[in-house]
């Protein structure tokens, strides 16, 4: 039989942030916002080559975007 070496062999740990707490990793919720946001910047940039018309529909993505991002962090 063989011997089993426990020298090698350790507890792992729990990760713990500042407050105390176990497996809270402090990253945001997944959220749509920033490819909404993108979206709108590609309409205003191609609203710049060729038509108005996608240069405001892409500004007013852009804003909308915009405030659902900031509505939802200051909702976490």
């Not at 590609?42 to 900031?70: C, D, E, H, R």
């Amino acid at each position: 039989m063989l011997a089993e070496d426990r020298s090698t062999t350790r507890a792992v740990e729990p990760a713990h942030n500042e407050h105390g707490q176990v497996g809270e990793h402090g990253l945001p919720h997944e959220s749509l916002a920033p490819i909404t946001m993108a979206a709108g910047i590609g309409l205003l940039g191609f609203g710049l080559l060729t038509s108005l018309v996608f240069s405001i529909v892409g500004l007013v993505v852009m804003a909308w975007a915009l405030a659902w991002w900031i509505g939802e962090m200051r909702h976490e």
